[in-house]
């Protein structure tokens, strides 16, 4: 068994910052792409951003140039950098990723979402 698990999110003022954190645990024999989605009540669930096993990153041009994806393959973890945040960026954020499991299975994994929200 496999899973995600986000932290780090919160209320901010406009402008403001926050670091997400996103941990695969489990059965993990590899860890392969990992994203960041993002979802408002209504709508449908927007990706913000990912990022390789190798590091190669792609943004959602509503975040170029404030947001910021890494991850840690030694400890199979992603992280968001937000900044300079707005309030349109408030939502639930979720973190996905693909894993080959040590059972030789590959899994599409989604974390519980964690909120996020920007006061104006």
């Known amino acids: 068994q496999v899973q995600l698990v986000e932290s780090g999110g919160g209320s901010v003022q406009t402008g403001g910052s926050l670091t997400l954190s996103c941990v695969a645990s489990?059965?993990?024999?590899?860890?392969?792409?990992m994203r960041w989605y993002r979802q408002v009540p209504g709508n449908q669930r927007e990706r913000v951003a990912t990022?390789?096993?190798?590091?190669?990153?792609n943004y959602a041009d509503s975040v170029k140039g404030r947001f910021t994806i890494s991850r840690d393959n030694a400890k199979n973890t992603m992280y968001l950098q937000m900044t300079t945040l707005r309030p349109e960026d408030t939502g639930v954020y979720y973190c996905?990723?693909?894993?080959?499991?040590?059972?030789?299975?590959?899994?599409?994994?989604w974390g519980q979402g964690i909120q996020v929200t920007v006061s104006s």
């Open positions: 996905n990723s693909e894993i080959w499991t040590r059972s030789n299975e590959f899994e599409n994994i």
């Open positions: 489990g059965d993990i024999f590899r860890v392969n792409i």
């Open positions: 990022i390789s096993r190798d590091g190669t990153m």
